[in-house]
């Protein structure tokens, strides 16, 4: 099996502070991995740097054989990099549908971009069913709620049909009917992609999660099944002294 | 049936509507606050006012003024009519296109934009005062006889020019409603409302920006050169800071979400313009100015935006009420 991502020796540092330390990462084809660690433990700005939006200072990035360095954002996304945000951004002025038309036809030339939207494509009414908004599909972004706004993320991401799905606290803020939601669909999403998510609810996390990845300060601490991590006395350290239990 | 002198006006107005049209594209979806268009609105003009000067195969008159004897090789490409009807559009395009392609790339945005877009204006007229013998300097260039055979001081002739100036108007606005209708315009709304996001989706924003803003610059090219047969008139004051200011004014007031509302903006601003001035020119620019601050304040989507903002006002009480 041959690794789709591998991140080597990185370093990214900020005006002095170093907020990734000599990290090393790989994730096969097909995986559904979970990275945790404590806040300002680094895990966004790993994301970060896989979508070319932070510069490391040093160290490398290959996606599926390819090194990302020096990329910009757009075409990292064309070559297959899907991320969301810790705070979702979806277009609130268009429609749930147009949302997905949008991020579905990422890849239209500008010709193409000039004719109207007419009907329904198969990937975005598939997405649609997936993430459950079927019957708000024609109802602007703005009044959706809180989970159902991270639920079209994730669509708009699943119609690009991506490599790697980078998800950064999907369940942040959500109630616990919406976890349990947001878990499942990204079950199904990881049938047929490979996901990283980022998340430190533990509940969440024994749930869903089959392999952990722990970040500390900017450099990895384990990694493992939920139950090897939850046993790692350096987890329970790092947890513990921030008065979190695992 | 309009006097010949308010027929004029309306001539004028409507050039300047086109412009709106453009502006509306740029500023209302693509959120780029462009306070430069007389930039484009100038290109347009003096491709146009030079082509037209060497119409009777004579040197411009402002040249022996000046002092140049001979016809400048830059003018000399423009007796060709072909090549300055081209370069009325070209010209804005291209400059708007390599202006976009470099500052949106670098992500310059906002007020750092709005600024920059204005400081162009401002160069653009140091440059046209400067180089008298090339453009006539601060009078510009005045005194056209003909518009492609229409004799500019014949009632019947400048009829038609303003039919053809309506249509073009016609013809531009339903053109952007078309595009702002099109998937196109949906991407342009969502950059305006999340860049960062629209990247992550694996578009290039710097391109799509630079496409409206190249559109809203060859409106504004060819408004230019409609204006000079009508008007009979373009110098730097026609294009530089104020005059670009005075073309957003009537957008915003008009509602810059709105493409009527864009065009009916400016052609009541420019109407209101020309009554006020006429009875109070002194007071004019201060009038304007508290009327863009007013409608920035207290009514963000402008006229065509009222009711819009009306029924958010209920709703919003309607909440009030409920929570109470
Ligand atoms: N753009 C930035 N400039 C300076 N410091 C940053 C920047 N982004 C992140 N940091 C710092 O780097 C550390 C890691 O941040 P981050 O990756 O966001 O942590 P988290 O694991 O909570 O997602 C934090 O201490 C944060 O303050
Ligand atoms: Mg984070």
Redesign the pocket.
Known sequence: MSALLEVRGLNVV??G?H?ITDLDFTLQAGELRFLI?P????????I?VITGL?KPASGSVRFAGEDLAGKREYKIVRAGVGRTFQTSVVFDELSVLDNLDLAAGFRRRMTGLLRRRHGISDDVASALDTIGLGDLADRPAGVLSHGQRQWLEIGMLVVQRPRLLLLDEPVAGMSRDERDRTGELMQSVAKDHTVLV?EHDMAFLRRFASTVTV?HE?RLLCEGTVAEVQADPRVQEVYLGRKERV | MLSPFRLDLLGKYLCYAIVAVGISLAWGRGGMLTLGQGVFFGLGGYAMGMHLKLQDGELPDFMSWSGVEELPLLWKPFANPVFALAMVIVLPVLVATLLGLLVFRQRVRGAYFAVLSQALAAAFVILLIGQQGLTGGTNGLTNFQYFFGLDLYEDADRRILYLVTALILGASYLSVRQLVRSRYGQLLVAIRDGEDRVRFLGYDPALVKTVAFAVSAGLAGIAGALFVPLVGLLSPANLGIVASLELLVGVAIGGRYSLAGAVAGALLFNYAKTIFSEQWPDGWLYVQGALFVAVMVWAPRGLAGLSHQFRDALSSRRKVEVQA
């Open positions: 900020f005006s502070f907020a660690g806040n300002g433990a680094g895990k966004t700005t790993l970060d932070t980022v970040l900017g």
